[in-house]
């Protein structure tokens, strides 16, 4: 299984922005596809996660209700969306899969760097 992220940009502050993660090979329905950031200086994050199967979500209360995470099984690709972006919201933005919402993933994609001005 291999993961690869894209769409990240700079934006300013109260934007949208999506970024994509496209999945080649099968992921198994029990698994999951999370989301993590890591800023400059600072650890990885976990952002928001799905379950492959059922499509459950769970989010870090930093993006609640202003990032949504989606997935389309037909096209093997999840998506985060992001509204109201704000500047502590840059970091560079990574697809993994493994878990839900735990730092221990089985596949990670390459990062694609999110910068939001303010």
């Known amino acids: 299984v291999q993961l690869q992220a894209s769409g990240g940009g700079l934006v300013q502050a109260g934007d949208s922005l999506r970024v994509s993660c496209t999945v080649s090979g099968r992921l198994l329905s029990s698994s999951a596809l999370n989301w993590f950031r890591q800023a400059p200086g600072k650890e990885r994050e976990f952002v928001a996660g799905?379950?492959?199967?059922?499509?459950?979500?769970i989010y870090s209360d930093s993006v609640k209700g202003r990032f949504t995470i989606s997935r389309d099984k037909a096209r093997n690709t999840a998506d985060l969306h992001m509204n109201s972006l704000k500047p502590e919201d840059t970091a560079v933005y990574y697809c993994a899969s493994g878990e839900i919402a735990t730092p221990r993933q089985r596949y990670w994609g390459q990062g694609t760097q999110v910068t939001v001005s303010s």
């Open positions: 799905i379950r492959w199967g059922y499509g459950t979500t």
